[in-house]
């Protein structure tokens, strides 16, 4: 009997709902139940894929190769789950199925309109009905809306909840997270904006069954009970989320609240003995200790924390298991380096991205860390980055680009791919979601993942030219990783530098706490044991 869970957030948005949610799925799977997290996003666009990072941050793909909200990336570090496309959807998404469906005729007739036939859909989808035909569906259903209540766009959002808590009775819960600011002027906490935000959703209909308040400063149990008392919500059922030195705390200060007990409560489930998360809290010990810095640059265009999110965590993982603290530096494409730029750098890494701008500044710290023997990480335009510098400063092809920047470039060492060609719409078909890619025997990456075929995921239109292939191997950067069906090389690697690897694929996606990736691990491994 699959159980819901519904996630909201009231007050102001950025409270770290996704935190919030992945942390429920992390404390109910030590449990012992099987979860998953999907996340509701009231935008028009079906997905953030056609979106500008400075509008959504990340664009986080899955396995199945569904460009989605960076939040699923929180879900799969704190959770381990793989999620798929039934596990980001948009109000872009909804309204497509229904617009399709009534062209089809499916409606017979009907005026369709936004309830009951989008909000049917959304509950369609809340209910993971495709999985319940299959008899697939895990033992909690946790659903994370996203934007703020009182937003006009997520109002079917609230009336699918609204349904659904009253159907499936004490199968659904519904847990609301708000902020509590403190006002130094009046040295308060303040519980009002809380209060109007909860009566805003019984206005929809909706009752929270618990409340996360966010703050700053430590909530006392009377302002709790003040919470409490005001929104019809039990006191065992007000839990707070005040600032953590790390997200990943966050679990742990849940479930010493009794946050995941109160849930099973609410559904009536006998809540057992609290699981001791021995690995998660070993994890944190050596977050703790780990105090020896290391500094990794972080090549890119977008100065902004979310614009690279799991490569970010990815790399913070990977330090903290190599006892060290990452200090990450971001570095921009687009403005001019200096002496200053590179001082106490450890490592860097080339991020991934699209068109033009900032990729020249890409180029010249490829070349830079090249030269200078500094470890080096490029990922998807990244490594296409690597696979240029080369072409142009040690094959001699001084024009040499990837036919995205410059399609006329007699020397395109980095060239769309075939079955690209022919495409011409920009949403959703890119090269995406996992593939096969078999590591050269004997080769660097073939020993740091002890595996002779891996599966990573892709978001790219572009690929190395194979037309190259032998002239960069006879200079020294070698194709060490393949697609073994399309040829398609996926990695590169100059072996007699330090580390000087670039993945066509991204590392970063799969990556989560319990499972730091190995490439990470070893790029980190490699720079504090020079
Ligand atoms: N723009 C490049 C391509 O489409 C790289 C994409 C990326 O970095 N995700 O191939």
Request: contains cysteine.
């Amino acid at each position: 009997m699959t159980r819901y869970i519904f996630v909201t957030g009231g007050v102001v948005s950025s409270l770290g709902k996704g935190i919030i949610s992945s942390s429920i799925g992390k404390l109910l799977q030590d449990r012992g139940y099987s979860i998953t997290i999907q996340k509701f996003d009231p935008y028009i666009n079906i997905d953030p894929g056609t979106l500008n990072p400075y509008e959504h941050g990340e664009c986080y793909v899955t396995v199945d190769g569904m460009e989605t909200d960076l939040d699923l990336g929180h879900y799969e570090r704190f959770t381990g789950i793989h999620t798929t496309r039934n596990n980001s959807i948009t109000t872009g998404r909804i309204y497509k199925t229904v617009i399709d469906r009534e062209r089809r005729g499916d409606y017979l007739g009907k005026t369709i309109q936004v309830v009951p036939h989008i909000t049917d859909e959304i509950k369609r989808r809340m209910l993971r009905k495709d999985e319940e035909e299959t008899g697939t569906l895990p033992d909690f259903v946790i659903t994370e809306v996203g934007g703020t209540i009182g937003d006009i766009e997520s109002a079917p959002f609230m009336e699918a909840i609204r349904q659904l808590r009253w159907e499936l009775g004490k199968r659904a819960a519904c847990v609301h997270l708000t902020y509590v600011p403190y006002l130094k002027a009046a040295d308060e906490l303040k519980t009002k904006p809380t209060q109007h935000s909860v009566k805003e959703m019984q206005g929809m209909g909706i009752q929270p069954d618990v409340l996360i308040l966010r703050t700053e400063k430590h909530l006392s149990d009377s302002v709790r009970q003040k919470v409490a008392s005001f929104c019809n919500v039990d006191l065992e059922c007000v839990v707070q989320s005040e600032d953590m030195p790390s997200i990943y705390e966050v679990p742990v200060s849940m479930q010493q609240q009794g946050l995941d007990a109160a849930l099973l409560r609410k559904f009536g489930i006998p809540v057992g003995e609290t699981p001791k998360m021995e690995r998660w809290h070993k994890f944190l010990e050596m977050r703790r200790n780990a105090t020896r810095i290391v500094k990794i640059g972080l090549v890119g265009k977008y100065d902004l924390q979310d614009a690279y999110k799991s490569i970010r965590e990815s790399i913070i993982l990977a330090g903290i298991y190599n006892g060290v603290k990452i200090e990450l530096k971001f570095i921009n494409s687009e403005h001019t380096f200096s002496a200053e730029t590179w001082k106490d750098i450890d490592g860097v890494v080339i991020c991934p991205g699209f068109g033009k701008r900032g990729i020249e500044g890409k180029i010249e710290a490829v070349k830079y860390c090249r030269e200078n023997n500094i470890p080096t990480f490029g990922i998807c335009l990244g490594m296409q980055m690597m696979v240029i510098e080369f072409a142009r400063d040690v094959l001699g092809y001084t024009d040499a680009n990837s036919s995205e920047m410059d399609s006329e470039t007699p020397h395109n060492v980095i060239d769309i791919m075939e079955e690209q060609k022919t495409i011409t719409e920009m949403g959703g078909t890119m090269r995406l979601g996992a593939y096969d890619c078999d590591l050269l025997p004997g080769s660097r990456v073939r020993q740091i993942y002890n595996e002779a075929t891996i599966q990573e995921r892709h978001r790219h239109r572009y690929e190395f030219n194979n037309k190259y292939l032998d002239e960069f191997e006879k200079n020294g950067m070698m194709c060490v990783g393949r697609n073994p069906k399309s040829n398609l090389v996926e990695i590169v690697e100059i072996p007699g530098l330090k580390w000087f690897i670039g993945t066509q694929f991204h590392p970063e996606y799969s990556s989560s706490v319990l499972n730091p990736h190995p490439l990470f691990m070893n790029f980190v491994k490699t720079i504090i044991d020079e």
